[in-house]
């Protein structure tokens, strides 16, 4: 199978269109359908193919490098490397500037200014800790720390009923680097896009949250606010939708 037709295969497999790698990438439409078509001519040469055949791949879910070698045993072989005295040795001398004196005059300002600034600050404290001290005089009792709140609930009442829910929340931990596309209740695209190890995201809609993920079991999941773990064995792309009701019924 040919780089072109992997690729294809691949996001077809993943569920997903052109115009969304494209927007994910940032690559042109039209450079993705001849790079699925073999062409390889529209992106420039044969440094950018590579780097499009990878962006593309980890997009999808797959291992890119396999596929930029096979790229490259077709295209003369991989770049030569650059030594580092040429990658990092300037081909026109640099003029540096020269140092200028320092400016006292703005110096000794802005000392003056701190100076001031810290003056007022210490005059409002001082009249603030003043009238607090007038109110204790006076008889006005301090609140305490162990007052008891007015919104709290009494003790011993009867147990409040639980609102039905009104909404989906999803919370994922990547538990390995994967592919995921997160769709909303009308079919928007809530996330797309590739999650390494310890990233960690939050979805929510008012009905239903569909996932696609690029290797099963590659995620924790979190639904409703309860822990489910991590679905699926790994192995392909996995699909997965959960509502209000769940994980009762996942």
């Not at 769709?183 to 310890?198: A, Q, S, V």
């Amino acid at each position: 199978m040919s780089i072109g037709e992997t690729l294809a295969e691949e996001r077809q497999r993943a569920g997903l269109s052109v115009t969304q790698v494209s927007l994910q990438t940032r690559i042109r439409e039209t450079v993705i359908r001849g790079m699925e078509a073999d062409d390889f001519s529209l992106c420039g040469g044969n440094f950018y193919a590579r780097g499009h055949i990878r962006s593309i791949a980890r997009v999808i879910g797959i291992d890119p490098e396999p596929l930029v070698a096979e790229f490259d045993a077709a295209h003369g072989g991989a770049p030569q490397p650059v030594s580092a005295v040429s990658a990092f040795e300037p081909e026109q001398p640099v003029a540096f500037r020269e140092r200028k004196a320092p400016n006292w005059s703005a110096a000794m300002a802005l000392a003056l200014a701190l100076v001031v600034i810290y003056g007022v600050v210490q005059v409002v404290g001082h009249r603030g800790g003043e009238e607090r001290t007038a109110q204790q005089v006076a008889g006005t009792p301090a609140p305490s720390a162990h007052a008891p709140s007015a919104s709290a609930a009494p003790k011993g009442g009867a147990p409040v009923a639980e609102a039905p829910r009104t909404k989906v929340e999803v919370r994922v931990t990547a538990k390995r680097t994967t592919w995921l596309n997160v769709i909303g209740d009308k079919g928007e695209t809530l996330f797309i896009g590739t999650l390494h190890k310890g990233d960690e995201k939050d979805f929510t809609a008012k009905k239903k949250v569909k996932l696609v993920v690029g290797v099963g079991g590659s995620l924790n999941l979190t639904v409703n606010g309860k822990d489910i773990g991590s679905p699926g064995k790994g192995g392909g792309v996995q699909r997965l939708s959960f509502d209000r009701d769940d994980p009762e019924h996942a």
